[in-house]
């Protein structure tokens, strides 16, 4: 869609003024004034953040305001910046700026096939190897990230830093979602009883487990539903998918499971055997192949196939396949509130 958008920027002005009427914007490039209004508003916001740090924690307040911190776009696919990779931005000759992708495509879309990007702001060209790294827009785009972070509300006891839950609610799809923090082993106790006596049987969990510098987990729709007997257990489907917040990404990366390994296995309160809760086949919470598991940090991870790291058998999200997890954590998923 985006694509078909920049391939009509170059359609001539007629059909550019005909869309235009239509309240499209082809050509909306963030003015610099608008740039240093955000970052002047930005800059007051961190130092108000600095002398009453309070208020960036208030519940119920930090999404709106985090909101109300505005963003960097691109004005060709209108997208946010960010501070590198595809959409950080790139200054032409002119001045103007865009998002690398979009740059991109401006020079494979040049009318006469030239290695130039027709700016569709101005329609000055620069050759692609003039094209340079827009440095201060992109320390803007850091600086709003790090007091967009900084403004959203943190769950009562949450073990998530602020870049970690803000990168956590965006995998969510919504940074104005709020979560709050069910369990935690180094809290609330590290048997399965302690698990299921802080979690009941709330749905749309996020598993959260800590490992030295790794933080990954996964979301699961469904809750922890027990099964009828005590000694048995209950397996069921439910959308569910993994993450990564720290470690092995740079970016908090979503990680969708197969469809048929979209099933979540739990074992009853008195079920003594092997591991407690299996998530997506390949997170196993509470794991032990012997008798008597007590602890819920006991953890096995891994992905099968090349999914996750390409060319790898299997991957793991975290230091090893089987590890003991410095910390477990399990939010729920609040709507509207
Ligand atoms: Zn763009
Ligand atoms: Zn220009």
């Known amino acids: 869609m985006r694509h078909t958008r920049n ?24 003015p610099l004034a608008r740039w240093l209004r955000i970052l002047a508003s930005g800059v007051i916001g961190l130092f108000h953040g600095c002398i009453e740090p309070d208020l960036r924690l208030t519940h119920g307040h930090g999404a709106s305001s985090a909101a109300a911190a505005g963003t960097l776009e691109c004005g060709v696919c209108q997208e946010e910046y960010q501070p590198d990779g595809d959409k950080a931005p790139e200054v032409l000759r002119c001045g103007h700026s865009f998002c690398a992708k979009c740059v991109r495509n401006l020079v494979r879309h040049h009318p006469y096939g030239r290695r130039a990007a027709k700016c569709p702001e101005c329609r000055d060209e620069t050759e692609e190897a003039d094209v340079r790294p827009n440095h201060l827009a ?3 785009v850091l600086s709003l990230l790090a007091m967009r972070m900084r403004l959203v509300s943190l769950p009562e006891g949450t073990s998530l830093t602020h870049q970690e ?32 006596r802080c979690v009941g049987d709330k749905t749309r969990l996020v598993f959260v487990i800590r490992k030295d510098e790794y933080v990954f987990g996964a979301f699961v729709s469904g809750g922890l539903k027990l099964p009828d007997d ?15 917040l720290a470690g092995l990404f740079p970016q908090p990366t979503k990680i969708d499971i197969d469809r048929e390994k979209q099933h979540v296995y739990v074992a009853g309160r008195q079920e003594v055997y092997g591991t407690k809760v299996r998530i ?16 819920m940090r006991s953890c ?3 992905h099968p196939g090349p999914n996750v790291l390409a060319g790898s058998g299997h991957a793991c999200l975290g230091v090893s396949v089987e590890f003991m997890a410095d910390d477990l954590e399990v939010l729920h998923v609040v709507d509207g509130q």
């Open 280 to 295: 997506g086949g390949y997170m196993w919470l509470g794991h032990s192949s012997e008798e008597l598991t007590a602890d």
């Open 165 to 196: 839950y803000y990168g956590l609610v965006g995998l969510l799809g919504d940074h104005t979602m709020k979560l709050r923090s069910l369990y935690r082993a180094s809290r609330d106790g590290t048997t399965y009883g302690d698990m299921l």
């Open 230 to 244: 005590p000694t048995d257990w209950n397996a069921y489907d439910c959308d569910l998918w993994h993450f990564s």
């Open 7 to 30: 391939a009509q920027l170059w359609k001539g002005t007629q059909t550019l003024t005909a869309r235009r009427a239509e309240g499209f914007k082809p050509y909306p490039v963030t």
């Open 300 to 302: 096995r991870q891994n």
């Open 138 to 140: 992109r320390q803007a």
